[in-house]
T-cell receptor
């Protein structure tokens, strides 16, 4: 495996379900990010982990809960979501403090029914 | 005002055309700049970095004007496969938390037709 991998690629869940999105990076990076992209909208930064510490939480509702057990893995735990949470969830990684940009995973397309 | 502004398009151009996208940014302390490409329902991918002297990669030329806080991307001899959304990205630098904060524009959509 190379780059940044996300699973699952697609997820349909009911509003009362609990599910988790997984991200793994194989680039040796030390920062990881969760972004949300709704249809025809720009990327919205949700969470940032740098050196395994959460350093940014952009007013994200508590029904989204991130977890970063080590520098290669990032999870997004989901519970009691709303239909408006349906979107593409993208994970990215980078090497701090370098400024070579972020590498994105292919995303999880989430539909809340 | 958004920190990174782009014309959303769409730009509809025939194959072989030359097309230019512009982007402005508001934070004069921004340190580095990128263009990303995002295909429909896919993740953004780094297209090229943008350097002060301007840089070229095949049919793609990126320019930066720090005085005017303006970035451009020129695509020559457009191909059908160039159809995508092009995101202008500004690196604000290392922020509290110790990571490089990238600010993404909303993107400019390009549709190349036969």
């Amino acid at each position: 495996e190379t780059g940044v991998t996300q699973t699952p690629r697609h997820l349909v869940m009911g509003m009362t379900n609990k599910k988790s999105l997984k991200c793994e990076q194989h680039l040796g990076h030390n920062a990881m990010y969760w972004y949300k992209q709704s249809a025809k909208k720009p990327l919205e930064l949700m969470f940032v982990y740098s050196l395994e510490e959460r350093v940014e939480n952009n007013s994200v509702p508590s029904r989204f809960s991130p977890e970063c057990p080590n520098s290669s893995h990032l999870f997004l735990h989901l519970h009691t979501l709303q239909p408006e949470d349906s979107a593409l969830y993208l994970c990215a990684s980078s090497q701090v403090p370098d400024s070579y940009g972020y590498t994105f995973g292919s995303g999880t397309r989430l539909t809340v029914v | 005002r958004k920190e990174v502004e782009q014309d959303p398009g769409p730009f509809n151009v025939p194959e072989g055309a030359t097309v230019a996208f512009n982007c402005t940014y508001s934070n004069s302390a921004s340190q580095s700049f990128f263009w990303y490409r995002q295909d429909c329902r896919k993740e953004p991918k780094l297209l090229m970095s943008v350097y002060s002297s301007g840089n070229e990669d095949g049919r793609f030329t990126a320019q930066l004007n720090r005085a005017s806080q303006y970035i451009s991307l020129l695509i020559r001899d457009s191909k059908l496969s160039d159809s995508a959304t092009y995101l202008c990205v500004v690196n604000r630098g290392v922020v509290a938390g110790g990571y490089n904060k990238l600010i993404f524009g909303a993107g400019t959509r390009l549709a190349v037709h036969p």
